[in-house]
């Protein structure tokens, strides 16, 4: 399988890059800058050299030929509502575009743990635009014909993985190591039960291939 990861330089990214790439299928990292690329070559992965400010097209071209497009990309907690705006929300819509453009089908979308409209209203005042770019990113992607799945993690850690979590529709709130969302990421471009699916991911007692597998 080959998989443009998008997003590639940000620390889900890299951990997935790694995984696809030990598991003996063919990332593609779409990343921001040159100098960014020695890292993911070294491992084997393929690199493409993109702006997600850029046009849809230039997306379109780094998607043609992969099996699925997985969008990891944010635009962190140091930047404003500006970059807020054209990164996680017009980024991602523009990665949906670009999937359909390159006759892509499998997409997964890293989202926020909740973007309801219920989340919106009762989030701090410095983390509504967030919730607000994800909530309509996701409902662009709901409202395609592609094969998605989006994930809504907890409070990203950098705690070592530990293969299990808890997964499902409406979970209690909590941490969850990022390596571990990239082993759910993978796990799900595994498993075409995942498709058409969107859940909430947690530290938990299942392995991530068990969690998958019950997916509902």
Do not use: C
Request: zero cysteines; charged letters at 25%; hydrophobic letters at 40%.
């Amino acid at each position: 399988m080959n998989i443009l990861v998008v997003g590639a330089n940000g620390q889900i990214g890299k951990h997935l890059v790694k995984l696809i790439q030990e598991n003996g299928d063919q990332a593609r990292a779409l990343i921001r800058k040159q100098e960014q690329a020695d890292y993911f070559k070294d491992i084997g992965a393929e690199t493409a050299v993109v702006d997600l400010e850029d046009e849809v097209d230039a997306i379109a071209e780094a998607a043609k030929g992969v099996d699925a497009v997985v969008f990891t990309a944010g635009s962190g907690p140091k930047t404003g509502k500006d970059k807020t705006l054209m990164i996680d929300l017009d980024g991602a819509v523009k990665t949906i575009q670009a999937t359909e453009k390159a006759n892509v089908k499998r997409f997964i979308m890293i989202s926020s743990f909740d973007t309801s409209r219920e989340a919106i209203q009762s989030a701090p005042e410095s983390f509504a635009p967030y919730v607000v770019a994800k909530h309509y990113a996701d409902e662009w992607l709901l409202n395609t014909n592609l094969d998605y799945t989006i994930i809504h993690p907890g409070l990203l850690t950098n705690e070592p993985g530990t293969n299990q979590v808890n997964l499902g529709a409406n979970v209690e709130r909590g941490e969850v190591p990022r390596e571990d969302i990239a082993k759910v990421i993978y796990t799900s471009l595994k498993n075409d039960k995942t498709i058409g699916k969107r859940f909430q991911a947690v530290g938990g007692e299942t392995s991530v291939e068990e969690a998958i597998q019950s997916v509902k």
